[in-house]
T-cell receptor, first 114, second 113 residues
Framework: SAVISQKPSRDICQRGTSLTIQCQVDSQVTMMFWYRQQPGQSLTLIATANQGSEATYESGFVIDKFPISRPNLTFSTLTVSNMSPEDSSIYLC???????????FGSGTRLTVV | GENVEQHPSTLSVQEGDSAVIKCTYSDSASNYFPWYKQELGKRPQLIIDIRSNVGEKKDQRIAVTLNKTAKHFSLHITETQPEDSAVYFCAASTGQAGTALIFGKGTTLSVSS
């Protein structure tokens, strides 16, 4: 299965600033998925990122707040913009492993906004 | 879109007992149903999955059953151990290219010795 390197692993940021999270996959994948996990909650899909086109955002998430880049088939970034304390969460990227259907997750980025 | 409901939200059992967590899904096109275990501060880890052409799958103390007609699937853990204590998430996907997993809200399992 694919191996994902996600960074940073954690960060403490000032409100009003932005943080960019990176995910590098060790193999080429068509789609990458970004999730948010608020404290004590489940994983909520933010968007699906396809190489060469704009990401598709789920209801409640907008591109201005969570811009995503997908420059090639092994890399993606998620930016959390103009942060507020409500953005304090764990952010995870995920990929689907081909015909096996299995999904792999990055190690997550624990974001705290103060 | 897909919606996954998971019950119960918390489950406490004695060591050695069985634990059952149930999920229902809404999209009849979903055909892939994984279960994840998440320990505190760690990423979700796949523990077992089932595809729609299978009704039951076992892996040692863990089993998953699927009823496609009723659109529900369940996780069964037998002979529970304290190290089984964690949050468990069910999820569903159509398995098609570009389709993400949609997760249930999770079940916090506590196994006391």
């Amino acid at each position: 299965s694919a191996v994902i390197s996600q960074k940073p692993s954690r960060d403490i940021c000032q409100r009003g600033t932005s943080l960019t999270i990176q995910c590098q996959v060790d193999s080429q994948v068509t789609m990458m998925f970004w999730y948010r996990q608020q404290p004590g909650q489940s994983l909520t899909l933010i968007a699906t990122a396809n190489q060469g086109s704009e990401a598709t955002y789920e209801s409640g998430f907008v591109i201005d707040k969570f811009p995503i880049s997908r420059p090639n088939l092994t890399f993606s970034t998620l930016t959390v913009s103009n942060m507020s304390p409500e953005d304090s969460s764990i952010y995870l990227c995920s990929v689907r492993g081909g015909v096996v259907y299995g999904y792999t997750f990055g190690s997550g980025t624990r974001l705290t906004v103060v | 879109g897909e919606n996954v409901e998971q019950h119960p939200s918390t489950l406490s059992v004695q060591e050695g007992d069985s634990a059952v967590i149930k999920c229902t899904y809404s999209d009849s096109a979903s055909n892939y149903f994984p279960w994840y275990k998440q320990e505190l501060g760690k990423r979700p880890q796949l523990i077992i999955d089932i595809r729609s052409n299978v009704g039951e799958k076992k892996d040692q103390r863990i089993a998953v059953t699927l009823n496609k007609t009723a659109k529900h699937f369940s996780l069964h853990i037998t002979e529970t151990q304290p190290e089984d204590s964690a949050v468990y998430f069910c999820a569903a996907s159509t398995g098609q290219a570009g389709t993400a997993l949609i997760f249930g809200k999770g079940t916090t399992l506590s196994v006391s010795s």
